[in-house]
């Protein structure tokens, strides 16, 4: 028989200064994190975040603004079609708009074809693997999408790792740098504290640290508060010299 494979954070122990990691990155952009909060719908916030892939938030706000401005109810926006919603959000500016029409519109005709109604209020008292498995078994939501769901509408400890995540990660060299975005986010999961604020602080906070210092290009390392603790600073010093 085979065995089972040994779990990521085995194969790969957390680095020691990982808790220093979250600590200061904390300290720099989120000192005082939200308290949680669960939605009242979180079909919106499912479809808020098809509506962010690939999207900047600005077009992803008006692009969800503009649906529920032409469709109050999300019975109107399934029986308009995917033609419909694509129409709505291309005039709301944004790309990808034929595929996140498509996508939209699947989630909802499939929650009606299987549950009957057009709402996600009940995965409020689900537990958190069967709220996974319901959203990820819906048309174009993966893994990052359920974990979106899981942290910002339900208050769950989930763990949600974006290019930013995986980009400053792979930087810090915390993780190999060939594991893909679902096995880093397995990693986080296994190693993170499973609590819902110190997943939420982390998460948003290694966003912004992506975002405003530890950028794709141009890495602002001479301002990082993470530059004593990062492999990669010193090469990009250096070669700024």
Not at 63 to 68: A, I, N, R, S
Not at 107 to 127: A, C, F, M, V, Y
Not at 209 to 234: F, I, K, N, Y
Request: charged share 25%; with cysteine.
């Amino acid at each position: 028989m085979a065995r089972s494979p040994l779990p990521l954070s085995v194969q790969h122990p957390a680095p020691s200064s990982l808790p220093e990691i979250s600590r200061r990155l904390a300290e720099q952009y989120l000192p005082l994190p939200p308290l949680p909060s669960v939605s009242r719908e979180p079909l919106d916030g499912l479809i808020r975040t098809i509506l962010s892939q690939q999207n900047v938030a600005p077009i992803t706000r008006r692009q969800f603004e503009g649906l529920k401005a032409a469709y109050p109810r999300w019975e109107a926006a399934l029986a308009d079609g995917p033609d419909g919603i694509e129409t709505t959000l291309r005039a709301a500016g944004g790309g990808l708009a034929r595929v996140k029409a498509q996508a939209i519109w699947g989630t909802l005709n499939q929650l009606e074809e299987q549950r009957g109604e057009l709402s996600l209020r009940d995965t409020r008292q689900l537990p958190d693997q069967a709220v996974r498995s319901l959203l990820e078994g819906l048309p174009g939501v993966g893994m990052k999408t359920a974990s979106c769901v899981l942290l910002f509408d339900l208050a769950r400890p989930a763990m949600p790792v974006d290019t930013h995540i995986d980009r400053i990660s792979k930087r810090l060299e915390l993780l190999p740098t060939q594991w893909n975005a679902v096995k880093v986010e397995r990693w986080y999961d296994e190693v993170l504290p499973r609590q819902w604020q110190d997943r939420y602080t982390f998460h948003v906070s290694m966003i912004r640290h992506g975002q405003q210092t530890c950028r794709a290009q141009r890495p602002r390392c001479e301002l990082c508060v993470l530059q004593d603790l990062c492999p990669s600073a010193g090469l990009v010093l250096e070669g700024s010299g």
